[in-house]
Structure formats: structure tokens, C-alpha cells
């Protein structure tokens, strides 16, 4: 029966493909997608990661012909991330000139110039024979500003080798100050800082590290330096701290758990807000998609889009690819 008054009929908006389109609040663009990847080390050829489909420890060679292709496409930044030959205490492999990132960003910088931006993820984790994000004390508790130095001397060493944009991961207090001060000593006052702000101890970084071959030793965790899941005010906290010490973008992570902890930062500051989607919420896709239980490209844009809704500006994941072909190609209604 119909009302005789005249309700709202919001279903008026949604009757055709063109009319949602129209009026759709939110559009996710390729160019608002940072495509996280891998380079290894001592490999002759491209190796698969069991727990990430569709996602490769590149060589340089096959790491070069990616960002090509990506940049092809109309992505607009990529983020690196090293896996070393060797591993020590302190990890070397992120600060020295000859480390596979650093060597990786030199012949990137010099075959593409500033045609993409090239983001370095700047932590010890996958340099280290402990696997923890900083050095250790003599009890085996990471050293905050003992870390520091070896930040500030990684950030010199990725803006040396062509970084436009190194991304402080490990959880310092005061790693964002330290490594801004770091970069304009070495004259780097050009290159920017996104800043790992509120990034939480998850469960959902598994499959990222096997991509790059990190354990915790002795059944550790990051508990101590990464954000208790419990918390959304402590994420503001965060934010301004590293805003204060120079941050020029910051970033939630996980993304679709927190997607609360972006809206209130969007909310908060003015400068761009990123937002990871991160390795464990990439491969529960995969993985239920494989069973058939999901439709893949369906509930991937439905949770990209709702990681922009919430307010990122800027969204770091390993379906960058994956929704660059997929704009390329796409039909329009
Ligand atoms: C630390 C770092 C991690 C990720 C990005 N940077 C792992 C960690 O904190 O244990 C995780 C990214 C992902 O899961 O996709 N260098």
C-alpha cells in the first residue's frame, strides 16, 4: 500500500547503474593506491609468497619491469620492502649503501626519475637476526633511542639512494623528529616522511612475514612498541606527536579494523591520511575467494572504498595491480 505522504524514497537514486554512479559520495582512483613490494636479495628469479597470491620477492631486474608496468597503468607510488641476504643484531642491510632496498631505489631513481613516487619502508625487522623492529638491550628489550641513530642513518641512506618519501614503520618514540633531523643535516630537506603513526600489534601481518622471511625470536611480539588494539585515543596521541616532529602524512594500520581510528585522524589533522590494508586482510580475500565462498572483486572494492569512506586519502595495498588493470579495462554502465 502506499503512503499517502511523501516519504523519502532514497531507492529513486539507486534504480540504475548511471544514477548510483552519479551520486556515488566516494570514488576510488588509482591514483589514490601505493602498491607495497618486495625485493630479495641473491635470488635469480621472481619467487611466488605461498601466503600472499598474486605477490612476488622480485630481483631488481623483475622489480624494475613491475614498477614500469605499474607506472604504465597510472599508479602513482610503490613501497619497497628488503629482504636481505644475511641478517645481524643490529641490521645493517638498512642503512648500507650497497643494501638490496638501497641498491633497488638507485637503478629504479635512474630509469624512472620522479615519474612514480618511491616510497622505502624504513624499519630494522627484516635486517635483523631477532626479527624485533629496533636493537636489543643487554636484558633483550629493543632499545628506543639506540634505535634511533640506526633510523636516522637508514633514512640518510634511502634519501641517498633516490627515496622521495621514506616510512618510519617501527613504532620509536621520537623516530620521526630523529630522522627529519637526520635528512636536513644530509641536505635531503626535499624528501618527505609518512609517517607509521598508529600502527597496532595484529594479528594480521602474518602472511607479511613470510614475504619477508622474519621470525620473532623466542616467541616474541611487538606488544612492547606497536599500539594495543584496545585503544583509539592513544592513535591522536600518536598523530600529533609526529606531526609535531615533522611528519608530512600519516598512516593508520591495519585498515578495516581501525577504520574508526582513520575517520577520527581524518577528522583531526589536515595534512593526507594513508591507510594499509595489510598483508592478513589481502590474503582473507584470497583465501575465501579460492574456496568460492566470496566473490574476489566484489568484496575487494567494497573494502578499498571503505577504507577511502572512512577517510584515507592515500591507501597502501596489494591489490594496487590488481584495480589499476581492473580501471584499465573496466566497462563503463
Ligand atoms: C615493519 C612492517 C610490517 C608491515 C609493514 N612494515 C610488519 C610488522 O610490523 O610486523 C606489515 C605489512 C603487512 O602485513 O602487509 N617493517
Known amino acids: 500500500m502506499a503512503a499517502n505522504f511523501p516519504i523519502a524514497r532514497p531507492r529513486r537514486l539507486r534504480r540504475t547503474a548511471a544514477l548510483r554512479e552519479l551520486v556515488a559520495e566516494t570514488q576510488l582512483a588509482v591514483t589514490d593506491l601505493v602498491a607495497p613490494l618486495f625485493v630479495r636479495e641473491g635470488i635469480e628469479a621472481p619467487q611466488p609468497i605461498v601466503s600472499l597470491p598474486g605477490v612476488m620477492q622480485h630481483t631488481v631486474v623483475s622489480l624494475q619491469a613491475e614498477v614500469r608496468e605499474l607506472a604504465d597503468l597510472g599508479v602513482r607510488a610503490v613501497i619497497l620492502f ?83 618519501v621514506v616510512a618510519p ?20 630537506t626535499e624528501v618527505s616522511i609518512l609517517a607509521y603513526s598508529a600502527k597496532y600489534a595484529s594479528g594480521l601481518y602474518g602472511p607479511f612475514r613470510d614475504a619477508v622471511d622474519v621470525q620473532i625470536a623466542a616467541g616474541g611480539d611487538r606488544k612492547g612498541y606497536q599500539q594495543d588494539w584496545r585503544n583509539a585515543r592513544e592513535a591522536l596521541t600518536e598523530v600529533d606527536a609526529d606531526i609535531a616532529q615533522g611528519a608530512d602524512m600519516v598512516m593508520v594500520k591495519p585498515a578495516l579494523p581501525y577504520l574508526d581510528v582513520i575517520a577520527a585522524v581524518r577528522q583531526r589533522v589536515d595534512i593526507p591520511v594513508a591507510a594499509y590494508h595489510v598483508s592478513g586482510e589481502y590474503a582473507m580475500i584470497k583465501a575465501a575467494a579460492a574456496n568460492g565462498w566470496i566473490d574476489h572483486d566484489v568484496v575487494a572494492l567494497e ?4 577504507i577511502k569512506r572512512a577517510g584515507a586519502d592515500v591507501i597502501l595495498t596489494y591489490f594496487t595491480r590488481w584495480f589499476a588493470e581492473r580501471a584499465a579495462t573496466r566497462v563503463q554502465p
Open 82 to 164: 628488503g629482504v636481505p641476504a644475511t641478517k645481524d643484531a643490529v641490521g645493517s642491510g638498512a642503512f648500507d649503501p650497497q643494501g638490496i632496498v638501497q641498491v633497488a631505489l638507485r637503478t629504479l631513481r635512474a630509469e624512472l626519475g620522479d615519474r612514480i613516487v618511491l616510497m622505502a619502508d624504513l624499519c630494522v625487522d627484516e635486517y635483523t637476526d631477532h626479527g624485533h623492529c629496533g636493537v636489543l638491550d643487554a636484558d633483550g628489550n629493543v632499545d628506543n633511542d639506540l634505535t634511533l641513530d640506526i633510523y636516522a642513518k637508514a633514512a640518510v641512506a634511502q634519501a641517498d639512494a633516490g627515496a622521495h
Open 303 to 306: 573494502q578499498l572504498t571503505a
Open 169 to 188: 614503520s617501527g613504532m620509536m618514540d621520537g623516530q620521526v623528529g630523529a630522522i627529519r633531523t637526520a635528512l636536513d643535516r644530509a641536505g635531503h
